[in-house]
Structure formats: structure tokens, C-alpha cells
T-cell receptor, first 109, second 114 residues
Framework: QKEVEQNSGPLSVPEGAIASLNCTYS??????FFWYRQYSGKSPELIMF????GDKEDGRFTAQLNKASQYVSLLIRDSQPSDSATYLC?????????FGTGTSLTVIP | DVKVTQSSRYLVKRTGEKVFLECVQD?????MFWYRQDPGLGLRLIYF???????EKGDIPEGYSVSREKKERFSLILESASTNQTSMYLC?????????????FGEGSRLTVL
């Protein structure tokens, strides 16, 4: 059984702070890793993907992957109220995606 | 702009009714998926399809069936709806040959079974 575990939250951070979201996965054969953002009542949208060990930065978002530890994280710098959402971690093995249950983030103005 | 379109955003059905949820993608993706999403349980895979006329069971196929007669269309069928099938249903598609291999989601269909 392939599993993805996320810090369940909810997580609250003040505006301007760094939000840190974490995820571990069970399948060492996983190829790619994704972070999706889901606003309440909306469908998930991709914000980051990473497939190599190390850091990947895109604007205020940084994804970090450590395959040896089977760990992936998402850092959101200078958090904004518009970042308030549920963040889903997912990994891809073959053609199948496996999702965590999500971490709810609230950014307090 | 890439798109996955689900036919109905909100549906209310009665126990025992047959329910069709339609999904169409315009990206020529090979892979299509149906998930349901419930609070605290995350996204659970119902069925997926890698090609026309083929289907594979996901983690929770009981009470559901699917149809993929054309590459762009993947339908989810509830033969006899039950109250425990009240949920948000998400269709998604992906292509292995694509840069990121990401999943693209439709807007979701919120089904209530009374």
C-alpha cells in the first residue's frame, strides 16, 4: 500500500511569515512529487512539482525533496492571506498518483 | 487554455437512482481518473483509464462503474445511488509524455443523495 502522510494541521501563520508544509511518502520508486493548492469549494491546482533531490524555487514557493529520507516539503515565504487554502502533497509512481489528506493553512492578516 | 470539464457542478438525487457524471478533456491526454473527496479522507481513486475502452479499478470501485468510449470522455456511473455516495467527485487527466506529468482537475461535481 503506497502512502503519503502530511502534517495534518490546521496551520496558522501571520501574514509575512514563512509557512512550512511537510510530507513523507512510502514508495521509494516514486518518480515525481507535486504540491497542489485547493481553495474551499474548488478543485486542486498545481503549484509546484519536483523530481530531483534538493530545492526548487518558484517565486515565493520552494519545494524541497530528499529521496533518501522519502520526504518532501513546501515553504511559502512572505505568506499572504490569499495563500489560505488546503495544500495537497502527491507523488507519481508509474501512471498512478497518490495523495495525502492535505494540510489546511490559514494566513492571518 | 487546457481544460477538464465536468458536466454538472451540483446534483441532488434520490436513493436508488442511476447517476451519470460526465467528464471531457481537450488536451488529448491518454490517462483519465475519477476521484471522490471527503473531509478528513482526502482524494480517493475510484477508477482510472489509460486508453479508450479500458478501465482499471482504483481503491474504492464498489458501487461505481465507468465508460470510456472516446479518448476525450470518461464517464462515472452510479448504478443505484446510496446516501454514502454523497461526496465531491473530481475528474482528472494526465499524459505520461507531458513535461511535468501533472494531473489536471475538473471543477468537481458535488453530489447529494437523499
Amino acid at each position: 500500500q503506497k502512502e503519503v502522510e502530511q502534517n495534518s494541521g490546521p496551520l496558522s501563520v501571520p501574514e509575512g511569515a514563512i509557512a512550512s508544509l511537510n510530507c513523507t511518502y512510502s514508495d521509494r520508486g516514486s518518480q515525481s512529487f507535486f504540491w497542489y493548492r485547493q481553495y474551499s469549494g474548488k478543485s486542486p491546482e498545481l503549484i509546484m512539482f519536483i523530481y530531483s533531490n534538493g530545492d526548487k524555487e518558484d517565486g515565493r514557493f520552494t519545494a524541497q525533496l530528499n529521496k533518501a529520507s522519502q520526504y518532501v516539503s513546501l515553504l511559502i515565504r512572505d505568506s499572504q492571506p490569499s495563500d489560505s487554502a488546503t495544500y495537497l502533497c502527491a507523488f507519481l509512481t508509474g501512471n498512478q498518483f497518490y495523495f495525502g489528506t492535505g494540510t489546511s493553512l490559514t494566513v492571518i492578516p | 487554455d487546457v481544460k477538464v470539464t465536468q458536466s454538472s457542478r451540483y446534483l441532488v438525487k434520490r436513493t436508488g437512482e442511476k447517476v451519470f457524471l460526465e467528464c471531457v478533456q481537450d488536451m488529448d491526454h491518454e490517462n483519465m481518473f475519477w476521484y471522490r473527496q471527503d473531509p478528513g479522507l482526502g482524494l480517493r481513486l475510484i477508477y482510472f483509464s489509460y486508453d479508450v475502452k479500458m478501465k482499471e479499478k482504483g481503491d474504492i470501485p464498489e458501487g461505481y462503474s465507468v465508460s470510456r468510449e472516446k479518448k476525450e470522455r470518461f464517464s462515472l456511473i452510479l448504478e443505484s445511488a446510496s446516501t454514502n455516495q454523497t461526496s465531491m467527485y473530481l475528474c482528472a487527466s494526465s499524459s505520461p509524455g507531458q513535461d511535468t506529468g501533472e494531473l489536471f482537475f475538473g471543477e468537481g461535481s458535488r453530489l447529494t443523495v437523499l
